[in-house]
Each structure stands twice: as structure tokens, then as C-alpha cells.
């Protein structure tokens, strides 16, 4: 399974893709989206248009995204949660359900605990990607989520299939 990992901003839109194979995981690609244009409009047409071009080349099989958390700039906000729903709109527009993570949550997975900050993530990213080369902090970041939501993907399947044996 090939898993899209998507950290949501405005101006960098982190992205990183892993292959899962059992509870082998391997390091596809990852980059960062950076919006172009002099207006909010033209900014997430650059982000839609360059994440499409990854989907398209990567060919993800599921995808994760961070949400967003408030902070005190509610325009600030409300301008990272049109950038998340183009993270969101991409993948579902290529027929993908979209996983949603805590940050918290990605980092308790991938860190082990949820108050991790970047520098933590993108060394046990690599810990876990051995000879990954990330394109900054934002593809670190999506890498985590991507290896959060296979994780997720892992633990429901096991999940499901305890409940057939049980149930057979």
C-alpha cells in the first residue's frame, strides 16, 4: 500500500509518500508544494495544481492530513483551513478517503510522545525511513503523518481480521 502523507499550509505544503508492506516501511518521495501568485485565489490554485501533480505521479493508494488547531490569529486560521481543504480536496478527488490526524497524535505515533517538536519528528522519521533524504521540516512532518495513518491503516485491518476469526 502507497500512503500520502500531507502537512497543510499556505505558503509550504509539506507532502511525503511511503510504501507499506506487511510492517516494513520504505520511503517513496517527499517535497514541499510552495504556493505562487500575488492573491489568496491564485495561491491555492498553485497548491491544488502542484499536489495534483504529485498524486499523479506517486499514485497514492490513501492519504492522511493534519488537522488544523486554532491558535489566537483567526484570520491566520481561517487561511490555513483553505489550504487543508485543498489537502483534503486532492486526494478526493483521485477517489481517496482521507485520513485526519491530531497533531498530537501523529507525534505520540511516530515520536511516542505528543509534545515533540520538529526537530524530534524529522530524526525519528529518518529512524524509521533509514536513508531518507527530507526536503525540509513541512516533508518531515507529512512523512509522519503518511507513517501515523499506516499505522491506523495496520491496527484496523488486524482489527477486522480478529473479528472475522472470531466470528467464524
Known amino acids: 500500500m502507497r500512503v500520502l502523507g500531507i502537512d497543510p499550509g499556505l505558503r509550504n505544503m509539506g507532502w511525503g509518500v511511503i510504501e507499506v508492506a506487511g510492517s516494513r516501511l520504505s520511503h517513496v518521495a517527499n517535497g ?3 504556493s505562487t501568485g500575488d492573491d489568496l485565489g491564485s495561491r491555492l490554485l498553485s497548491l ?3 499536489l495534483t501533480e504529485v498524486l499523479t505521479l506517486y499514485r497514492p493508494d490513501a492519504a492522511a ?3 488544523t488547531f486554532v491558535n489566537k490569529d483567526g484570520a491566520g486560521t481561517l487561511k490555513l ?9 486532492v486526494p478526493a478527488q483521485a477517489g481517496l478517503i482521507v485520513g485526519e490526524y491530531a497533531p498530537n497524535a501523529v ?14 519528528i524529522a530524526h525519528m522519521v529518518k529512524v524509521q525511513l ?3 533524504q527530507l526536503a525540509g521540516p513541512d ?3 507529512a512523512l509522519a503523518i503518511a507513517i501515523c495513518h499506516s499505522f491506523h491503516v495496520q491496527s484496523a485491518s488486524s ?7 472470531a466470528g467464524a
Request: charged share 20%.
Open 130 to 132: 533509514p536513508g531518507v
Open 48 to 50: 491544488h495544481q502542484q
Open 65 to 67: 492530513v493534519e488537522q
Open 139 to 141: 516533508a518531515a512532518d
Open 107 to 120: 507525534k505520540k505515533a511516530v515520536v511516542g510522545v505528543g509534545h515533540a517538536d520538529k526537530a524530534q
Open 159 to 165: 482489527l477486522a481480521q480478529a473479528l472475522a476469526r
Open 32 to 34: 514541499i508544494c510552495r
Open 81 to 89: 483551513g483553505q489550504a487543508r481543504g485543498i489537502a483534503m480536496l
